[in-house]
């Protein structure tokens, strides 16, 4: 069964672009889940979709925005980049129960200039 | 919104038996801990989830105390390619709008040496 994965790998955007990134997860998952990780702040949770709906959020600005599919795939947009957006953008996804394992892709490297 | 304590930083010997603990004081009473390993810059690796008690698998224990406000994951033997950093993540739940919101820990870098 093939894992969860995310393009692009990499990308490098100037301030105050946008970026649009794009999640598919594992065959039968109908949750994903957005995570920002940072050398500073860690693994921090950006959002969680479920059967096309946004079911849980976490404390990030209105800039950070996401939408999920019918086929379960996802995209995550970020709007007017600046420059502490710059983070490996991971994308997680399970089968939709709150406690059951996430399994992660190999995330995309956003670099904002 | 619950906060997850892991030490930064351990180091240990190629086929010593490493703990790991994580403090998780507000968990709540439906959440489940999963434990992850992370290489750099590559996505974090699922290793073992439980609830209570003791839970072991092809690569791992997870001990759980019956307050359940601490867990440690247990490796045995680690060997070098066990170097990486651990998270422990906890579901819990936000007050102000009642929906989940998960909590990654800070991570513990684990150093093998030979």
């Known amino acids: 069964k093939a894992g969860v994965t995310q393009t692009p790998r990499y990308l490098i955007k100037t301030r105050g672009q946008q970026v649009t990134l794009s999640c598919s997860p594992i065959s039968g998952h109908r949750s994903v889940s957005w995570y920002q990780q940072t050398p500073g702040q860690g693994l921090q949770f950006l959002f969680e979709y479920f059967s096309e709906t946004q079911r849980n959020k976490g404390n990030f600005p209105g800039r950070f925005s996401g939408r999920q599919f019918s086929n379960s795939r996802s995209e995550m947009n970020v709007s007017t980049l600046e420059l502490g957006d710059s983070a490996l953008y991971l994308c997680a996804s399970s089968f939709g129960d709150s406690q059951e394992t996430q399994y992660f892709g190999p995330g995309t490297r956003l670099l904002v200039l | 919104l619950a906060k997850t304590t892991q030490p930064i930083s351990m180091d240990s010997y190629e086929g010593q038996e490493v703990n790991i603990t994580c403090s998780h004081n507000n968990i709540a009473t439906n959440d489940y801990i999963t434990w992850y390993q992370q290489f750099p810059s590559q996505g974090p690796r699922f290793i073992i989830q439980g609830y209570k008690t003791k839970v072991t698998n092809e690569v791992a224990s997870l001990f759980i105390p019956a307050d359940r406000k601490s867990s440690t994951l247990s490796l045995p033997r680690v060997s070098l390619s066990d170097t990486a950093v651990y998270y422990c993540?906890?579901?819990?739940?936000?007050?102000?709008?009642?929906?989940?919101?998960?909590?990654f820990g800070s991570g513990t870098r684990l150093q093998v040496q030979p």
């Open positions: 993540l906890v579901g819990d739940i936000r007050m102000d709008t009642g929906r989940r919101a998960l909590t």
